[in-house]
C-alpha cells in the first residue's frame, strides 16, 4: 500500500511552460484534492475530485486544469507557469466525508524561474 | 471562506499545555485537526463530527461547539514531538467534498 504518490518532487520551471504534477493513490478513495502552500497561506485549495469524471474548483483555481479519468489518478495541470505559482503542491485523498480524513502525499516543490 | 486559527504562534516548555483554538463563519457538520512537521506533508490527527464526543490522539485532544462554530485543539504535558504546525479544516453543515484548511498555527515545543 504505497498510500499518495507524487510525482516529481522538485521542479523548477521557466515562465510560460507547462507541466503536469501527478497524483496516485492506491487506497480505492473516491475524494482527492490538489493544494498548495505558501508562507504565511497555509494549505489553500485548488481544485478537487469526488469520484472519476467529476472535478470542481476550489479557493484558488486559476491557471490549473484537473481531470479525473480513473479513480486512482488526479494530475494536476499547470498551463502558462508564472512565478506567482512557486509553491508546494499537495495532493491528498480520503475515502469519503464524515469520519474520514485526508492522506496527503509527500508534496511537489515548484520554482518557476 | 478560510476558518481562522487562534494563536498565530505558541512557544512551550516540554510539558506545558496549550489551546488552539478554530472559528467558522458557517455551520459546521464536522472539524478536522492535522499536524504538519517542518519539511514533511501534513498528517491527520483526528475529526470530531456535529453531537460527537470530545476526541483524544496521544495527549492531545479536541472538543467542537456547533452552537458556536468552534473547535479548539488542546495539548496536555506537551513533548518535544509536539512541535509543528497545526491545521484546522471544518466542513459545512450536511457534509462537504471540499475541505478548506486555517492558517495554521505554529507550536514550537522547547526543552
Known amino acids: 500500500n504505497a498510500g499518495v504518490t507524487q510525482t516529481p518532487k522538485f521542479q523548477v520551471l521557466k515562465t510560460g511552460q507547462s507541466m503536469t504534477l501527478q497524483c496516485a493513490q492506491d487506497?480505492?478513495?473516491?475524494?482527492m484534492s490538489w493544494y498548495r502552500q505558501d508562507p504565511g497561506m497555509g494549505l489553500r485549495l485548488i481544485h478537487y475530485?469526488?469520484?472519476?469524471?467529476?472535478?470542481d474548483q476550489g479557493e484558488v483555481p486559476n491557471g490549473y486544469n484537473v481531470s479525473r479519468s480513473t479513480t486512482e489518478d488526479f494530475p494536476l495541470r499547470l498551463l502558462s507557469a508564472a512565478p506567482s505559482q512557486t509553491s508546494v503542491y499537495f495532493c491528498?485523498?480520503?475515502?469519503?466525508?464524515?469520519?474520514?480524513?485526508?492522506?496527503f502525499g509527500s508534496g511537489t516543490r515548484l520554482t518557476v524561474v | 471562506q478560510q476558518p481562522v486559527q487562534s494563536p498565530q504562534a505558541v512557544i512551550l516548555r516540554e510539558g506545558e499545555d496549550a489551546v488552539i483554538n478554530c472559528s467558522s463563519s458557517k455551520a459546521l457538520y464536522s472539524v478536522h485537526w492535522y499536524r504538519q512537521k517542518h519539511g514533511e506533508a501534513p498528517v491527520f490527527l483526528m475529526i470530531l463530527l456535529k453531537g460527537g464526543e470530545q476526541k483524544g490522539h496521544e495527549k492531545i485532544s479536541a472538543s467542537f461547539n456547533e452552537k458556536k462554530q468552534q473547535s479548539s485543539l488542546y495539548l496536555t504535558a506537551s513533548q518535544l514531538s509536539y512541535s509543528g504546525t497545526y491545521f484546522c479544516?471544518?466542513?459545512?453543515?450536511?457534509?462537504?467534498?471540499?475541505?478548506?484548511f486555517g492558517k495554521g498555527t505554529k507550536l514550537t515545543v522547547n526543552p
Open positions: 475530485s469526488v469520484g472519476a469524471g467529476i472535478t
Open positions: 479544516g471544518p466542513e459545512a453543515q450536511g457534509g462537504s467534498e471540499k475541505l478548506v
Open positions: 487506497m480505492n478513495h473516491e475524494y
Open positions: 491528498a485523498s480520503r475515502l469519503g466525508t464524515g469520519v474520514y480524513g485526508y492522506t
